[in-house]
């Protein structure tokens, strides 16, 4: 059984490569239960129903020129392409990507004393999410 320890995974907002500013991503995808159970049936039945998903980052926040706050500011409120990998190298088999569309439903600006500033979002996925291994 293979393993591998997150070290170099490659996260893009708006085709911006965002990854030398990422301290963790997590890409979640839901499809909601649905219950066609009916009398007679002796056990719960389950079936697939529409299908969601939400992108979770946390972003060391730097507000420089082409960084971190500059790059997503102007995003707030839109929608935009994202693609997430767990290594930043070739996509393949064991390196698959995962695009879609988030909308940048959120904007942080803040933290605590004597702490890193960072960016938690959590941006909802906007229509498919395409897994590919090349």
């Given at each position: 059984m293979g393993v591998l320890a997150l070290t170099n995974m490659y996260v893009a907002i708006n085709s911006v490569d965002m990854s030398d500013h990422v301290k963790g991503a997590t890409l979640t995808l839901d499809s909601a239960q649905l219950d066609p159970t009916a009398m007679g049936d002796g056990w719960v039945k389950a079936r697939g129903g529409l299908k969601s998903g939400q992108l979770q980052i946390e972003f060391l926040d730097d507000?420089?020129?082409?960084?971190?706050?500059?790059t997503l500011w102007p995003l707030f409120g839109t929608v935009v392409s994202f693609e997430v990998r767990p290594d930043a190298g070739s996509v393949s088999a064991t390196n698959p990507k995962y695009t879609g569309e988030v909308f940048i439903s959120q904007h942080t600006v803040g933290g605590n004393v004597g702490e890193l500033a960072t960016k938690g979002v959590t941006y909802p996925t906007s229509g498919a999410v395409s897994r590919a291994t090349s």
């Open positions: 507000f420089a020129a082409a960084e971190t706050d500059v």
